[in-house]
């Protein structure tokens, strides 16, 4: 039974990426959110695909702007953005964890390690440099809270998840066996789940961006009705360009400082600990790692 849905799982999975990774192409839509959501659509099949559509593909031309701006689709953005990046570390330690036979503690301390920063060095920090006017340095300071945030509640639900489904499910410890993958998937996507919440916070923050809408520039030597076009079109964009979107790359590039008090963002800090905490105490109680 186990068998016939992983089997269906990986086909719909794979009919999904290769549908999003050809489609978003002409989706007007900042590169590494596209590749975010390639990424996610990797490790939540149909439901990334599926969330795609709904929160980023453009549903007409012209239309990305106002599209994005709902504050729902800005979280989703942000949250894609951080369970690809994440992802990519967290599976790389997930693997390495199994070659090298690390358990319990050790293989939840590999993973976050690997996870957190991979997902704050590379797919925050360092793509993400223009919003921080081009400093990775400055990017880095930027970004760390949220990315911290953002990780510790994605980890809370994605461990004890990972750890209940691999004691009951045969083959799980093996990244050679397809129930490993198929795991590591529904944990992400429990993770996913977990971190939307908090991102919602971090975006209503200016903590972190949402979704952005980046336009091809007009060839110079276009024709002239094509220009008048074009500038039409730039124009239209322009007047009705989402707020939250510029609002959000704005205060990201700001520390988000303005606002958010000292107090507030440890409160939050601690309360995404606390989350991890009792995550890691669940999968300790019934997942019964050592």
């Not at 599209?67 to 894609?80: C, E, I, K």
């Not at 911290?148 to 750890?163: F, H, K």
Request: one cysteine or more; aromatic letters at 10%; charged letters at 10%.
């Amino acid at each position: 039974m186990l068998e016939g849905v992983m089997l269906l799982w990986f086909l719909l999975t794979g009919l999904s990426v290769l549908y999003v990774a050809i489609d978003i192409r002409s989706t007007p839509e900042s590169p590494v959110l596209k590749w975010g959501f390639v990424l996610l659509t990797a490790y939540t099949g149909p439901l990334g695909a599926f969330l795609y559509v709904l929160g980023c593909r453009e549903p007409l031309p012209g239309l990305h702007e106002r599209y994005v701006a709902a504050r729902w689709r800005q979280v989703l953005g942000s949250t894609m953005h951080c369970v690809a990046g994440d992802g990519v570390g967290i599976l790389a330690g997930a693997v390495i964890a199994s070659m090298l036979q690390l358990t319990g503690v050790l293989d939840i301390a590999l993973e976050y390690v690997l996870g957190f920063g991979f997902g704050w060095t590379i797919f925050q920090a360092l793509f993400m440099r223009g919003e921080a006017g081009g400093s990775y340095k400055a990017a880095l300071r930027n970004t760390f809270f949220a990315e911290l945030l953002s990780m510790n509640v994605l980890m809370a639900a994605m461990v004890p998840t990972m750890m209940l489904a691999m004691k009951h499910v045969p083959g799980a410890h093996d990244p050679a066996g397809p129930a490993f993958w198929f795991v590591m998937s529904m944990a992400l996507l429990a993770g996913f789940v977990a971190a939307y919440p908090m991102n919602w916070w971090l975006v209503s923050r200016h903590l972190k961006h949402g979704m952005m809408t980046v336009r091809a520039a007009e060839p110079d030597n276009a024709p002239a009705h094509d220009a008048g076009h074009a500038k039409h079109g730039a124009s239209h964009a322009s007047n009705h360009a989402p707020v939250e979107s510029n609002g959000e790359a704005h205060g990201m590039a700001h520390g988000g400082a303005k606002n958010v008090s000292h107090a507030m963002l440890s409160g939050m800090t601690v309360l995404s600990l606390a989350l991890f905490a009792l995550g890691i105490g669940v999968a300790a109680l019934f997942g019964g790692f050592s």
